[in-house]
């Protein structure tokens, strides 16, 4: 078992709890005699539990590229109401600013490209960041003012989906492409700030994690069914599929070998940049291409 398991992550669940699902799937389909046997599990990228939409759960040695779909961007559909701004800049939160303003259609639209392209962001208080070794979230619930520094990210497109009707909106749904780091319940903030109002998120929806779409996630009950009826290599995606905007580099068998003990291949004709190295269809690293030397940046045992 190595590969993806795309979770449609419900709402209320936590990353970490993905992940629990996904263990308790493999331990109940009988892919481990005991819990020492069962294939490593992590996450791609935590979703808040208010949240929902693809989770990417990595599995055995595609454990090692979770670190790097942290780093992909993500697209989420979320929905902007105005009037109220909480604590946590989501519904789960109480009420701190609230505005008689609603913005129009034709307001809401002449704002999104002050937020497009490179911007800098305040994350949200309650957020895993950490100030002086402390997760934010934690100082934020204790009472704590917690001031976090701006940061720099990248929205790639920002586009309305479902406007409303009328001429004051109450509300106002939105599709943003985003760098890692990115964080929509700020955006969701700023944009109602500079719209002269306030407002937090009301739906938060992740529709795309690096290659990752909602088209291969599957719901919670579809991985129970595929514990319990022993298929759960049926939903499971290939490691390569976490690394499809990168070229294959097709090695012969001594060439392997060498990369398996962690040698530098020389003399290689390929351009520079990152190739996930083959040998046949068998994965065997992810390697980095410098001037025709081949080093590997992550080894699989396979």
């Known amino acids: 078992m190595h590969g993806w398991i795309i979770l449609d992550k419900p709402l209320g669940l936590g990353s970490t709890q993905g992940v629990s699902a996904v263990k308790r799937a493999l331990r109940e389909g009988g892919y481990g005699a005991t ?5 490593k599990v992590g996450h791609g990228g935590t979703l808040d539990p208010l949240a929902t939409g693809v989770l990417p759960i990595a599995i055995g040695e595609a454990t090692k590229l979770a670190g790097r779909m942290l780093d992909s961007d993500k697209v989420y559909d979320f929905t902007i109401r105005f ?8 519904l789960e939160g109480k009420a701190i600013a609230e505005s008689g303003v609603r ?3 034709a307001q809401i639209e002449a704002v999104l490209p ?30 704590e003012e917690v001031v976090l520094a701006k940061r720099a990210v990248t929205i790639h497109a920002l586009l309305l989906r479902h406007p409303g009707d009328g001429m004051e909106l109450e509300s106002v749904t939105l599709t943003a492409h985003v760098s890692k780091g990115t964080y929509i319940r700020s955006l969701a903030r ?13 739906m938060l929806r992740r529709v795309k994690a690096g290659p990752f779409t909602l088209e291969s996630a599957i719901s919670l009950d579809k991985l129970a069914d595929a514990a319990n009826a022993r298929t759960l290599e049926d939903l499971l995606l290939p490691l390569r599929a976490g690394l499809d905007d990168i070229p294959a580099l097709t090695l012969t068998p001594d060439q392997a070998g060498l990369l398996r003990k ?13 190739y996930f190295a083959l040998l046949e269809e068998t994965p065997v690293a992810l390697v980095e291409v410098q001037s025709g030397e081949v080093r590997v940046v992550r080894g699989f045992n396979l």
């Open 114 to 143: 002050r937020f497009t392209g490179p911007i800098e962001q305040v994350p949200p208080a309650y957020s895993a960041l950490k100030v002086d070794g402390e997760r934010a979230y934690d100082l934020a619930r204790k009472g």
């Open 262 to 274: 962690g040698q530098v291949l020389i003399g290689i004709t390929a351009d520079d940049g990152q």
């Open 190 to 202: 700023d944009i109602a700030l500079a719209l002269g109002t306030v407002g937090h998120v009301t």
């Open 103 to 105: 913005p129009s259609l």
């Open 35 to 39: 819990k020492k046997d069962l294939p």
């Open 83 to 90: 009037g109220v701004q909480t604590d946590t800049l989501d």
